[in-house]
């Protein structure tokens, strides 16, 4: 494995979060500027290579992965697609957490499922289901996540108030937690589907 190698899987498993020059050298035991210069030219490779999809974005001191421009179309025929329009367990699940603690961190999403959510957060904020709304104010500014008014739309509320008040959860139960966002969520949507039948 080159060491560039070891930089793009990083920048890969990061997601939409990218990583800093400091993380980078941190994670790697890379000199910065030995960072840097691989950042360049992994920035060049993508560029230059026609038959990848990907580029590398710099914004502010964070360093990401994301696809060409002009693979939009190609990749919005994929959220088309009929066969994926049904949101699955993962995507529900996050997305329960975000309707019911927005706005809320990509990392406070993870604590509480005790996984990486960074690609279904990205798949839910293509689907429009869920935005950015604002920064942390806190080192690393993150990203901060709610829902759309699509979202209300797509599950057929009129305002989010209108899913069901979650019990008292103890804190140092993520498990337990996880799985009382979704089921309440998923309560919300059942009873929704009995009116659309008619029941």
């Known amino acids: 494995m080159s060491n560039i190698e070891k930089i793009e899987a990083l920048l890969f498993v990061s997601g939409e979060d990218g990583l800093s020059l400091s993380d980078l050298s941190e994670m790697t035991g890379f000199m910065r500027p030995a960072v840097s210069t691989m950042l360049e030219k992994l920035a060049k490779k993508y560029k230059e290579d026609s038959d990848s999809a990907l580029?590398?974005?710099?914004?502010?001191?964070?360093?990401?992965l994301a696809t060409k421009p002009e693979m939009s179309d190609v990749i919005k025929n994929y959220?088309?697609?009929?066969?994926?329009?049904?949101?699955?367990?993962?995507?529900?699940?996050?997305?329960?957490?975000?309707?019911?603690?927005?706005?809320?961190t990509r990392l406070e999403i993870d604590d509480i499922r005790g996984v990486q959510s960074g690609t279904i957060l990205q798949k839910l904020t293509i689907r429009n289901l869920i935005k950015e709304a604002g920064r942390l104010d806190e080192p690393g500014r993150p990203i901060l996540?709610?829902?759309?008014?699509?979202?209300l739309d797509y599950f057929g509320l009129n305002a989010i108030?209108?899913?069901?008040a979650l019990p008292n959860i103890q804190p140092d139960n993520?498990?337990?937690?996880?799985?009382?966002?979704?089921?309440?969520?998923?309560?919300?949507?059942?009873?929704?589907?009995?009116?659309k039948n008619g029941k």
């Open 55 to 64: 580029t590398l974005l710099h914004f502010g001191n964070n360093f990401r």
């Open 79 to 104: 959220f088309d697609a009929p066969q994926l329009t049904k949101l699955s367990p993962a995507s529900l699940e996050v997305l329960a957490i975000v309707a019911y603690k927005q706005p809320i």
């Open 145 to 151: 996540y709610a829902t759309t008014d699509y979202f």
């Open 161 to 164: 108030d209108q899913l069901p």
């Open 174 to 195: 993520s498990s337990d937690t996880k799985e009382l966002y979704l089921k309440q969520f998923n309560e919300k949507l059942h009873e929704n589907e009995d009116d």
